[in-house]
C-alpha cells in the first residue's frame, strides 16, 4: 500500500514537499517514481530513483525537483521548488516497472500551483 502527502495550493515560484510511505517491504527492492495526472491528460512519470540511487527527471522539472528515498523507512520524497501552473496535477508515488504496469494505485496528492 502506498500513502502519499504533502501536496497543498501554492503560488507560483513556491516550493513543496512530498512523501510517499509504503507499507510492503516489495517496495524496498525495487525502482520507484513520482507520477502525476494532470486535469484532461494521462498520468505520466515525473521523476524515478533506482535501489543504487539512480536519478531520472522528465526534461520539465529537471533543475526543479528532487527525488530521494530512505529504504529503511520505505519512504519516497519529492522536493519541488519553483513551482509552475503547469505542475498542477494529483501526483502518485509507485514502482517503475521495466514492463507491465505499476503496482496499485493509492489515492494520490493534489498539487495546484495558482497566483
Known amino acids: 500500500q502506498l500513502v502519499e502527502s504533502g501536496g497543498g495550493l501554492v503560488p507560483p515560484g513556491g516550493s513543496l514537499r512530498l512523501s510517499c510511505t509504503a507499507s510492503n517491504r516489495y517496495y524496498k527492492i525495487v525502482t520507484m517514481g513520482w507520477y502525476r495526472q494532470a486535469p484532461g491528460k494521462e498520468r505520466e512519470l515525473v521523476a524515478s530513483i533506482t535501489i543504487a540511487g539512480t536519478t531520472y527527471y522528465i526534461d520539465s522539472v529537471k533543475g526543479r525537483f528532487t527525488i530521494s528515498r530512505d529504504t529503511a523507512k520505505n519512504t519516497v520524497d519529492l522536493q519541488m521548488n519553483s513551482l509552475k501552473s503547469e505542475d498542477t496535477a494529483v501526483y502518485y508515488c509507485?514502482?517503475?516497472?521495466?514492463?507491465?504496469?505499476?503496482?496499485?494505485w493509492g489515492q494520490g496528492t493534489q498539487v495546484t500551483v495558482l497566483s
Open positions: 509507485n514502482n517503475v516497472p521495466s514492463s507491465g504496469n505499476p503496482s496499485p
